[in-house]
Structure formats: C-alpha cells, structure tokens
C-alpha cells in the first residue's frame, strides 16, 4: 500500500516538474515581451489569440511525434499539409461536399501521404530523410497540379475550424485520439519498443515495418487535420513547388522536440502543445516589436536551443547524436 | 509417456562462410537442467536464439513433445511454450516495467483495440511481488533500474507464463552474488514444476553444482551429453577443448617480492555517489585486484584510474608526476582500459576487427603526411588478433559477428597492439570460456613479468585469488580491506570483507 503510494507520488512528481517548466517558459517569454513592449502584446485577448494559432501546428506536432520517437523522420511535412490542404478546398468547394469533404479529403490525402512515405521507407531501405525530401518535390508537383497553379480559397460559409470553438473542438479531439493510441493501444507501447531497440522490438514479434508505416500513416492524418485548420485559418492555400513547402516543416518540428525533451516526464502531448504555443508567443513578440524576419529567426533559433538544452537534462556519459 | 522434451535433430546453421552449427542432434529431457556448454564460438548461443526464434537454423528441426516447432520470433517461440533470457540486456527503454514484461503478449490486455494499462500493471505487480521482486514497480520507467534489477524484470518476463523450457544464456556473470541467488532458486522451481532449464555458463563449478545433465559443443558440432554427476570439472574441459587442459590455470607463484616502483597513484578520489575516497598505490609488474559486490563501487575505480569518471575528485598521479583527468592523458601515458560492458563501452560493433584493432593506435601508424595505409592497418590488426587467436574469417568481418569471448580478444588485442604500460581489465573473463580464460590468465602472467602493472577488477573471486599479488575489496563504495597473495586464502576470507 505504501509503495504504491510512493509509486504514485513520484510519477505526479516528475508530471508536475515538467507542467512548472513549461508554465515558467509561458511566463518568461510573455513576461520579457510584455517589458519590451508592454502595449501592443500580452493581453489577455491576445494571448487567446496565440493560442488559438498555436493549436494548428501543435496537431501536426502530436502526429509526427509517433515518427520522430521512433527514430524516423519527415521533410514532406510541408508539402503534406499543402496538397491535404488544397485536396481538402477542392472536396468542399469544386465538388461541393462541404465540411465533409473538407475534412475527409484532407485527412484521407494526408494518410496516403504518410501511407507513401512510409512504404517507400521501408522498401527502398534507405533513410526517411532521403525518401520524403525526394517526395516532397512529388507532393508539391501534385498539388501544384490539381490546383492549377491558382491559388485555392475556401468558401467563406466552409470556415468554422478556423475560428473558435470549431478549431478547438477540432484540436482536442487530435489531441485525445493522439493520447488515446499513444497511451491506450498496442500501437503507442510498440512505438516506444521500436524507438528504443529495434531489433529487440523484433525478436518481440513486432512487425517492426508494419509499424513504422503507421507511424506515418497517424503522421500524415494528423498533418491532414492541420491542413483543415490551415486553410481554415488562412482561408486560402498556394501550391508552391521548388521545396518551398519546407518552411511550413519549421513549427510542427520544434513542438515535436518538446515531446521529445518531456518525454521523460509521461507528458509528451501537453508538452507539445504548450510548447507550441511559447513558440507563438515568440512569433507574436517579435512581431508586435517589429523586429526584421532575420533578427526574428535568428533570436527564434536561438530559443530554441536554449529551451531544448534547459528541458532536456542528458546524463553525464549519455551519448548525443 | 515419454521423458523427452525436446529433440534437437540435424540442426545446422552457417553466416556466410562461417558454420556455426553442423548437424546437431541431442534430447533434451522434461523436469531438469540441462547444461550447454562449450569454447566460446562452439555454437551454444547460436542453437539456443534458433529453438528461440531469435535466428532461424538453416537445416534440422527441433521437435517439442513431439511436435516440430519453427518459431520466426520470441513471441511465437513463447505461444510454442519456450523463452529465453539472453546474455546482454532485454529489456527495452521507453517502456514500464509492466510494458516489458508483457511486450508482445498485450492482447489478454485489450479490449476494443483499447490497452488496460491499470489492468496490465495489477498484474505485473502481483508476479513481481510472487518472485519476491516487490522492489521493483510495475508502472515505473524500466530506466529507472539498474542492469540486475533489470535482469530479473527479464527472468519474470520469460517464465511467469509457465513454458515448458527456459533458455538463460550467460545470464549469471552479468548478476551479483544475490542476484544469482534468486536465479538459482527460479531454476529449480522451473526443474521442480516437471519444465526444463536449457542453462549456458562459461563457470564449469556453478555448472556442475546445479546442471542434471550436460551437452557438450565445439566448433558448432556436437560432442558429448554426460550426466553432471558423473564428470568433475577437468573432464567438462578436456570435452570442450578437445584435449587435456595442462599447466597453470592461474599463477602458480607464491612470495615473489613486488617491486617498489609505483607507477600510478590514486590519492583520495571520489565519485559521487558511487566511490568515496579511494587512495592506493599500483606498483610496477604488479596485479592489483580489485573485488566486492557488483553495486560496490569498484567498477567505477577502474574508470577513474583511466580519466573516465564523471565528477571525480582527487588525483591519479602517474611516476612521472603527470595527473590523469582524461582519456587521451591516459592512453598517451600507455594506460589501457577494458570494460566490463563490452559491447557498449569497448568496442565499435559497427565496425571491422581491424578498426577496432587500430583505433587507438592510428596516431602511431600514420605516415609522416599522416595519412593511413590500409596495408599497413591490415598488417597491424593481422598480428595482434592472430596473437590472441582470435577466431575469425578475417579482420575485415565485422565485430558485431564474434562471440562473446572473440570480442573480447579483440578488446585485448587492441590494446596489446598499443603496448600499454598500465592496463586497467574490468572483468575481463565475463562470458568467456575456460580456453580463453586461461589464455588470457597466461598473457597477464607474462605482462607482469615483463614490467607491465595490472588492475584486474572482477566478481570472480577464484581468478581475483589466483591471479593478484595483492587484492582490494570494496563495500559500499569503500575500500573494506586489502589482502595479500599467500596461498591460504579462499572465497570466504574475501566474503567476509565483502558483505
């Protein structure tokens, strides 16, 4: 009775470790904006509105943490969430399917896409940084080609998940299912049993293959809900090619280091969406003082850095790579 | 009824050029311990991962109370009613104790595609609580424990379900004296219930004190199955070496005067957390022992003494005054260093016999431009695995292929080839058999007499007796006692001072 107390007290222990540092990056990089430039950010209604802009990238982020935890990675991302997207206004709009086809489309193309990636990783056996930058080039062709080389707008009657409480409800069901698979299902122990040692896993039974394309296929329908909020969001979406997709890879990708970095403290979903939303307030700091894009992304990498380094506490000895 | 459990018929295995099993064929009965051994290389591991379905044999078949089994993977081999605890670590990080246990077996757990991880922890706690492991905590992070309480997280792991054969292959070298203990106890409670230990072990006493029966294999075919009760220990080597195993085992030396030369000296160091202020002297051609319990420090002495300590304070002064704070001071001052995890902390298992060979040597065989000749690192890896017998197809294989004591020859190798004056060998038999063994044991002996100062860290008491001129025993991360060679001493006097 009392070790198992003692079991309990330490596990709220190391949760709540990980809940005060990351409310204390909240506060601290609200509290030296709001120094900076106490008028035009930080209020209330503004930090909402951070959020709400967080929740985008933090749905692609729970997604492609099942990728990156075990081990793999996806430079398609932004091309994912750009052909998700512009599959998606194409269903509501063109073929008139509204919400459903909105929804449907995008988070069926984003499957595909993680479905492709993921096969090609595993037959091609070479390393899923190669595979997805080569069909990256392929998404983005493909979505340039659908849409035309026009840009596509949703409906303005079709844009309820860019606006609460639409793209609330729509993110926390993300976040629940996420939770769900990763906490609840054979899936999430698996993930963690292949990240951990992959041969190992094997000898266990695991279909090591079959489950690294699920990691994809959950990534790409996770990037394909953030597509619906995108473009519901942003209201209209441009099919650019040349790898210039890749910038939307940016944001989804430091969230998913911070469910790497608190993985240790049980709570890799929370931390990926307050993680994104102190990116956020970065963004939106630099933006209310004005700051150039280049000072802006050279002090957000910064940040990052300080921040990955600061949570994630690596034993003396452990090796980095 | 039969007593036969398994039949082994006709099992061959090769990878690449190398066979590693030619026609094997013994029966293996219900409701004993069946020991396997043989020289490292022999095929031991390689037949027990084939029953297991951790390789897949290329010829033969294994027949379980007969019915032909072929398991592709541990869980199928489980459902077929066999496990296995392997030689090096089995249990995977990222996962709850509760998760490890049950990895691969979650299905009695899920409902609707839904895990009942309260459920599965419940579970978990009760067997662990069963098998007297109730330190351990289903929920916790496997991370959270060290190597042997890990270990026996596997032991429940693989028999909580009740198969018909448990396979533990080199487990008991990796376990404390305690741990051990609780292996033994599980081992017979496996006899006892009419199921069968398939048990591996370089140690030829624990062997014959717990095995009914004993198979004996070399260069993967098979030899000879005795009854343990009617063979002593020079029989088990004669049967794995093939001929009588003659001359010294350890030192036959007693009362040969030390010099007084001290080559390194260890003033006050502590590790926090692990060793609290060690201070001792080395001295030249000495072997200086050091033992104790697993957790009790002394594994950390030998990191220290070659820089690799975290945190450390105090000094290790080498003769000519230089102090010794980090690895490349210590290997450019001709100190070696040999760990006890070998596959993690020796060698580059990625990489070929001969970059392991080379690496600390590349300074000394680099061209004036400094530029390496491959002739010249072939020549250099040739010599010095063909010194220590290395058994290999070439030094261009990969390390990741050898057995056990192969890679530990080319541990050894390695730093032979670097000529180092100071070599620090934290148990460097573990795994390994008794022709290797005494290999080694001679090299040591004649490093000595040449002027080469040795610390030999080791839990086996016998070699740490038969080989050191003067022994250290650590308790809790402390020097407990300090012994000399006299030929009285036994296993008790170093307990005593252990425990």
């Given amino acids: 009775m009392n070790t198992s107390t003692e079991t309990a007290g330490k596990k709220i222990s190391g949760q709540v470790k990980g809940y005060l540092l990351l409310i204390l990056l909240v506060i601290i990089s609200w509290g030296i904006f709001k120094i900076i430039t106490p008028n035009n950010f930080g209020s209330a209604k503004n930090m909402l509105s951070y959020f709400e802009a967080s929740l985008l990238a933090a749905v692609g982020a729970v ?27 194409v269903f509501a709009g063109r073929f008139g399917l509204g919400y459903f086809g909105l929804v449907v489309g995008a988070i069926l193309t984003g499957a595909l896409v993680g479905l492709l990636n993921g096969t090609f990783y595993v037959k091609l056996r070479i390393p899923s940084m190669i595979v997805t930058t080569g069909l990256a080039l392929i998404y983005e062709s493909i979505a340039n080609f659908i849409a035309g080389g026009v840009e596509q707008t949703l409906p303005s009657n079709l844009r309820a998940f860019g606006q609460m409480p639409g793209n609330l409800i729509l993110a926390v069901i993300a976040f629940a299912i996420a939770y769900l698979i990763l906490n609840y299902t054979k899936i999430g122990t698996y993930t963690y049993a292949i990240g951990s040692n992959e041969f190992v896993a094997k000898n266990m039974g695991i279909k090591v293959n079959k489950y690294k394309i699920l990691a994809f296929i959950i990534s790409g329908a996770f990037l394909g809900i953030m597509a619906v909020l995108t473009i519901s969001y942003g209201s209209s979406m ?63 990498g910064l940040a990052l850095l300080v921040i990955v380094t600061v949570t994630t506490k690596v034993a003396k000895g452990e090796i980095v790579k | 009824m039969s007593d036969i459990r398994l039949e082994i018929k006709d099992v061959s295995k090769a990878f690449g050029i190398t066979k590693a099993l030619s026609s094997v064929s013994f029966n293996i009965n219900k409701g004993e311990i069946h020991a396997l051994i043989g020289e490292n290389g022999s095929g031991k591991s390689t037949l027990t991962n084939s029953l297991a379905g951790i390789y897949q044999k290329d010829w033969g078949s294994f027949i379980l109370d007969g019915k032909e089994v072929n398991p592709v993977n541990q869980v199928e081999a489980n459902n077929e009613g066999i496990s296995i605890i392997v030689q090096e670590l089995g249990t995977l990080d990222g996962l709850t104790v509760a998760e490890n246990i049950f990895l691969g077996h979650e299905e009695k757990f899920v409902k609707f595609g839904i895990k009942n991880t309260a459920s599965m922890n419940r579970k978990a706690n009760e067997l662990l609580k069963q098998y007297g492991f109730d330190r351990i905590k289903a929920s916790d992070m ?20 009740g198969p018909k054969i448990v396979v533990i292959d080199e487990t008991t070298t990796a376990l404390s004296r305690e741990g051990r203990e609780e292996l033994y106890k599980h081992m017979k409670r496996i006899r006892e219930e009419g199921n069968t230990v398939i048990f591996i072990s370089h140690d030829l006493p624990e062997v014959l004190s717990l095995s009914d029966t004993i198979t004996v ?90 820089g690799a300590s975290f945190d450390r304070e105090g000094k290790v002064t080498l003769a000519d005054g230089t102090q010794v704070n980090d690895i490349p001071t210590a290997i450019s001052h001709s100190i070696a260093y040999t760990s006890k995890d070998r596959d993690n902390e020796s060698l580059v298992m990625n ?79 573990r795994g390994i058999d008794i022709k290797v ?29 038969g080989m050191c001129d003067r022994i250290i025993i650590m308790k809790d991360g402390q020097i407990n006692g300090e012994l000399m060679r006299n030929k009285d001493m036994d296993e008790n006097t170093l307990i005593a001072k252990m425990v």
């Fill in chain 1, 63 to 89: 997604g492609f943490y099942f990728v990156m935890v075990m081990g793999m990675f996806d430079f398609s991302i932004g091309a994912n969430i750009m052909l998700s997207a512009i599959v998606g206004c």
């Fill in chain 1, 238 to 300: 441009v099919a650019v090619t040349g790898m210039a997709s890749m910038s939307r890879n940016f944001v989804p990708t430091m969230g998913c280091f911070f469910g790497l970095a608190f993985k240790k403290y049980g709570m890799p979903i929370p931390a990926i969406i307050i993680g994104e939303f102190v990116i956020n307030i970065i963004f939106f700091g630099f933006i209310a003082l004005g700051a150039p894009t280049a000072i802006q992304d050279v002090i957000t």
């Fill in chain 2, 142 to 161: 496997i991370e959270h424990y060290n190597f042997e309480d890990r270990k026996l997280v596997e032991i429940v792991k693989a028999t909580y379900f």
């Fill in chain 2, 217 to 306: 294999l070399r260069d993967g075919l098979y030899i000879d199955t005795v009854k343990s009760s009617e063979i002593d220990e020079d029989g088990l080597k004669k049967l794995m070496v093939g001929r009588d195993v003659t001359g010294g085992y350890y030192r036959a030396d007693y009362g040969e005067k030390v010099s007084d030369e001290v080559v390194m000296k260890v003033e006050n160091v502590t590790v926090p957390g692990i060793i609290s202020n060690i201070s001792f002297e080395l001295h030249k051609g000495e072997i200086l022992g050091f033992g104790g319990l697993s957790e009790s420090g002394m594994h950390e002495v030998g990191k220290a003494c070659f």
């Fill in chain 2, 351 to 429: 990489q070929s016999i001969r970059d392991n060979i080379c690496l600390p040597s590349l300074d000394d065989l680099a061209n004036k431009a400094h530029m390496l000749s491959d002739k010249k690192l072939k020549s250099f890896a040739d010599e010095f695995a063909a010194k220590m017998s290395t058994k290999m197809q070439s030094v261009d294989q990969f390390v990741s292929n050898l057995s056990g004591g192969n890679k530990q020859k080319v541990v050894l190798a390695r730093w032979i080839g670097k000529d180092s004056d100071i070599l620090v060998l934290d148990s460097p038999t």
């Fill in chain 2, 437 to 465: 063994k005494q290999d080694i044991y001679q090299l040591m002996d004649r490093m000595r007499k040449s002027g080469k100062s040795i610390i030999m860290i080791s839990e086996e008491l016998m070699e740490l007796i």
